[in-house]
DNA sequence: TAACTTAGTGTAGGAAATACACCTATATTC
DNA sequence: GAATATAGGTGTATTTCCTACACTAAGTTA
């Protein structure tokens, strides 16, 4: 690094592969593009880093223009800074991932630019993408794989109380694997990082199963040790 | 992502940490700066990218620049883009790191402006550095410390033909903790990477050991299954 | 040839992963 | 209210992997 800083014309966006699980299927939010390069493609949704904002924060703000929500499981990706990636410039982004919970209602933020454009899209049938983005969701993919597998992340896409069943089945559709459900079990209590509540689910047309929550405080005290989830 | 492209003066560097293994001790590069801000500080190498320039091949002209080296093991780490990182201006670095194998002779390249600033310290005793570069240090450690628990790296940082003591003495420099000889030697054997050779160490005072090399062959084949190195 | 230094080896116990199938509880339907 | 349909919930035996642990072998040097 050196000292007098160069004058570029570079440019920052941030773009977020934004996961949600709904019925069963692992989901993420795509937006209609409507404006040239890539008009009427899919694209996942991103925006220019503002000069006053740091790169975090322009994640948040995709969030939020989207959902309406903030405080959502986030974290930083990969930076993809091909030359020719953007037709039109050059134009350096950082991806981002999101895990977000789904209730079943309308999602999208009543006020956002977005509300009419953006859709969720089952990740077993994503369209073709703008620019590099299904490099990008690839990439997105791999990682929330591989962090299943040691770090509780899979609570992020539940409703606060949840079943085994629906446990397992985020598992499943981040692994693309069925797994044997009384090893699920089994393990899963094991860890003690959930708290079985006094009360089953509602609204079912079957026997009704326990909720439990995920259990934070349980999980902080053996964080150390780090778990090793679902290795089978 | 928009139409029109804004235009702010941002600025892109590449860092990077560079880690290299000697005399049993992991170390990593850094250069003495001889320019404002940090004047005479110690930071990691970086370099503002070129508009012609993909971030990746930025962090190889890094690492050829000081070494004089190529087809080094590298990746990317993480993006740094916080406001005020820079005193200067907004600067937004993606941050590498990358494995060589140190041969105990000059690493550095002679004709390399860096030839005379550039020096490895101990990763255990690091001065201050310059700008954010210590967090991104840590992070770079935590990054090698996960990897090599689930991928072949610490090859990256020993000769062709190792003993199978060097290669412990690379997990256990870069996990810091005592690893088992027998264990060791057990497990790194039963994956099936390493190639027993025909040939010795030479040149120490005691008796001379095996020399290994590892087999990317055998590697590629297993690479699905991915091997889960050094639990213990 | 004695002494020093590192190389190299095996086994037993415990923990965790895996494979595998049936009964139970509830809601719905007739 | 009996039958049916649907998902909930449970245990055991096997194998595999991890862990702990200490001595002999080989080569070098004095």
Redesign the pocket.
């Known amino acids: 690094m050196q000292t007098a800083l160069p004058k570029f014309d570079s440019v920052f966006s941030v773009d977020c592969v934004i996961f949600g699980f709904e019925e069963g299927v692992l989901k993420i939010l795509l937006i209609e593009r409507n404006e040239e390069p890539f008009k009427d493609w899919w694209a996942l949704p991103g925006l220019f880093v503002a000069p006053d904002e740091s790169i975090d924060e322009g994640a948040e703000r995709i969030l939020n223009e989207l959902t309406g929500l903030s405080n959502i499981y986030m974290e930083q990706l990969y930076t993809f800074g091909d030359v020719d990636r953007h037709p039109e410039g050059r134009v350096i982004t950082v991806a981002y991932y999101a895990l977000i919970r789904l209730s079943g209602k309308n999602e999208l933020h009543p006020h956002s630019r977005y509300a009419r454009k953006a859709f969720w899209h089952p990740v077993n049938e994503l369209p073709k993408l703008a620019f590099d983005h299904s490099l990008i969701f690839e990439k997105s993919l791999e990682k929330i794989r591989r962090r299943i597998s040691y770090q509780p992340i899979a609570f992020e896409l539940l409703p606060e109380k949840f ?4 446990l397992q089945n985020v598992y499943e559709a981040i692994l693309s694997k069925k797994l ?4 699920f ?3 899963m209590l ?1 860890y003690g990082i959930l708290k079985e509540l006094d009360e ?2 509602r609204g ?7 909720l439990y929550k995920f259990d934070r405080r349980k999980y902080a005290k053996l964080f150390q040790k780090e778990l ?5």
């Open positions: 079943t085994l069943t629906q044997d459900k009384r090893n079990r089994k393990k094991n089953k689910q079912v047309s079957y026997r009704a199963a326990t090793s989830f679902m290795k089978e």
